[in-house]
């Protein structure tokens, strides 16, 4: 079972930046899409942003033009690069693998917290 491992995460200002990492266990090129989702006090897990093995990315809405993902296969290392944060952005993230339709699995991160002050 291949393990994904978080790191990053904070406590940073509003308008300031972090970039949360995931390590996985075993080579992410067999991946084919990698996400980053966020979970809110009270809210429902939703997805910020993903990457696909082919290099397409897409984005909450919310976070277009402040975040970023990308990828490093050598490194087996999926980045969210976060600027501009808002106190609405304070949530745990977590990394996630899909490696279907080729194989029907899935994998979590343990997740971050990410704490915005305003």
């Known amino acids: 079972q291949v393990q994904l491992v978080e790191s990053g995460g904070g406590l940073v200002q509003a308008g300031g930046s972090l970039r949360l990492s995931c390590v996985a266990s075993e080579s992410i090129s067999s991946i084919n899409v990698m996400g980053w989702y966020r979970q809110g006090p009270g809210k429902q897990r939703e997805l910020v942003a993903a990457?696909?093995?082919?290099?397409?990315?897409d984005y909450k809405d919310s976070v277009k033009g402040r975040f970023t993902i990308s990828r490093d296969t050598g490194k087996n290392t999926v980045y969210l690069q976060m600027n501009s944060l808002t106190p609405e952005d304070t949530a745990v993230y977590y990394c996630n693998a899909d490696w279907r339709p080729t194989v029907p699995k899935t994998a979590w991160g343990q997740g971050t917290q990410v704490t915005v002050s305003s």
């Open positions: 990457i696909t093995s082919g290099g397409m990315t």
